[in-house]
T-cell receptor, first 115, second 110 residues
Framework: GQQVMQIPQYQHVQEGEDFTTYCNSS?????IQWYKQRPGGHPVFLIQ?????EVKKQKRLTFQFGEAKKNSSLHITATQTTDVGTYFC???????????????FGQGTILTVHP | DGGITQSPKYLFRKEGQNVTLSCEQN?????MYWYRQDPGQGLRLIYY???????QKGDIAEGYSVSREKKESFPLTVTSAQKNPTAFYLC?????????FGPGTRLLVL
């Protein structure tokens, strides 16, 4: 079945340093989504990427979707303590018995930011 | 105030007992989902429903059951057949692009 691998599992940075998490799928994706989960909270949708090679920015966050639509990355510039949490990618493939396709989550990257 | 509510926030259960987790949404979404989250792992899909009176097994449905009698409600029952029920359970609903999660229920089996 479809697998979505995310690395690294943990990342510790000093405030002001950059951070990147990578997501790789075993199959070609129709789109990929990114979520953030604060400690003790629930995942919150950040963004969806659909097109091959797509790049989207949200303030200090930059999201990329690979040309082959099998990998993606999230890069945070100059991290702040408010960035702490777990970042998940979720890849969607068509079919899987649903009209929306099947969404498979990566294991997440836990980001710690030291002030 | 629109959104997804889950209750209770924390739930304790004795081994061998069934327990039902509530999930309600007022977003008028057709599709609803139940996920399980364990430490160090991503979200794993238990069951999903695309429309009232219809639901499908996800990747880890064994030991769980659901119902979808109303559009707004998608309760999950954790049965005694679930061998490792202690986890964080998340309910979600979605539009075509965005999936919205509830606050979750932490289930602890004693």
């Amino acid at each position: 079945g479809q697998q979505v691998m995310q690395i690294p599992q943990y990342q510790h940075v000093q405030e002001g340093e950059d951070f990147t998490t990578y997501c790789n799928s075993s199959t070609t994706l129709s789109n990929i989504q990114w979520y953030k989960q604060r400690p003790g909270g629930h995942p919150v949708f950040l963004i969806q990427l659909v097109k091959s090679g797509e790049v989207k920015k949200q303030k200090r966050l930059t999201f990329q979707f690979g040309e082959a639509k099998k990998n993606s990355s999230l890069h945070i510039t100059a991290t702040q303590t408010t960035d702490v949490g777990t970042y998940f990618c979720a890849g969607r493939t068509r079919g899987g018995g649903t009209s929306y396709g099947k969404l498979t989550f990566g294991q997440g990257t836990i980001l710690t930011v030291h002030p | 105030d629109g959104g997804i509510t889950q209750s209770p926030k924390y739930l304790f259960r004795k081994e061998g007992q069934n327990v039902t987790l509530s999930c309600e949404q007022n977003l008028n979404h057709d599709a609803m989902y139940w996920y399980r989250q364990d430490p160090g792992q991503g979200l794993r899909l238990i069951y999903y429903s695309q429309i009232v009176n219809d639901f499908q097994k996800g990747d880890i449905a064994e030991g769980y059951s659901v119902s979808r009698e109303k559009k707004e409600s998608f309760p999950l029952t954790v049965t005694s057949a679930q061998k490792n029920p202690t986890a964080f359970y998340l309910c979600a609903s979605r539009t075509e692009e965005t999936q919205y999660f509830g606050p979750g229920t932490r289930l602890l089996v004693l």
